[in-house]
DNA sequence: GAAAGACTCATACTAAAGTACCAAAATCAG
DNA sequence: CTGATTTTGGTACTTTAGTATGAGTCTTTC
């Protein structure tokens, strides 16, 4: 909020300053209209594209961001959404357990948990609902 | 490329036309150079963001089309396609079975194939797989 | 009409996945 | 320090998944 008022602020300085000038440089004579229109025109079009550009980042950024707040909701803790991360890749338990260093049994712990707080009874469905609760990059 | 020509031949025309217009409003002192240039302002401010987002549009718009093309470069028939539909919902092959009205076996059968087609160990993976080959809506 | 491919299904295994229950370290918050 | 989580791991079992092989039906195509 405090850089929407920021960057507003600044276009209207901005547009303000280019009225003085483009005033100054043509009363002195040493600049003709079409050049200090064309700049003007060249200037609020790049403005115009910057703008846009940033505001569809932002659109696109809201949606990855729900991530963490839900994994924490769901109560699942770090190890177990990591685990669901490798599932998500279509790795095998025992290949889990060599990524992440721990025995198999340790995963089968992880990944019954995480069905049991995913609601799931595969690690396919675990992996459909992780997606659609935005948990996952996917 | 016809389109990009077209609105660029559009655009330098209307620059020129905003030329003369700001010459001959400004001459004849009805408007101040002040609106003029205000007038300018937004208008190509606009047309930066219509730019912007027509540009933004067409690279979305490349990525989700290829899908049945490549279903048959791997050689995937129709039903194992739906077998791999369902796979991908997180349904047991014996919940597939049912929805499709078919054996156990036959999905089994299925699903092999389709490990192989996809080249992939497991049905976790068959899913990764085939996200990264955009074969399914996901 | 016969070969080819797709779809179906069965049996018999092997291999993963998943459940249940328990328990020892390690980490963290009050 | 201590109680609460988290992480780790094991055993024992049940359930799915996946492989291999063979075979019958059906449709299409040459």
């Known amino acids: ?80 959404y990591e685990v669901l991360v490798q599932i998500s890749k279509g790795l095998s338990n025992k290949e889990i357990a060599n990524a992440l260093f721990v025995s198999e049994s340790t995963i089968k712990t992880h990944v019954s948990n995480l069905l049991v707080k995913l609601d799931a009874k595969r690690r396919t469905q675990a992996i459909q609902r992780a997606k659609d609760l935005e948990i996952l990059g996917i």
């Open 1 to 80: 909020m405090k850089k929407t008022i920021f960057v507003f602020s600044a276009l209207i300085v901005a547009l303000l300053v280019l009225f003085q000038l483009s005033k100054y440089a043509y009363l002195s004579g040493d600049i003709s209209i079409e050049i200090i229109i064309a700049i003007i025109a060249v200037v609020f079009f790049f403005i115009g594209i910057h703008i846009n550009k940033k505001a569809l980042r932002k659109k696109e950024k809201t949606t990855p961001e729900i991530n963490l707040k839900k994994v924490e909701q769901l109560g699942i803790s770090q190890r177990e």
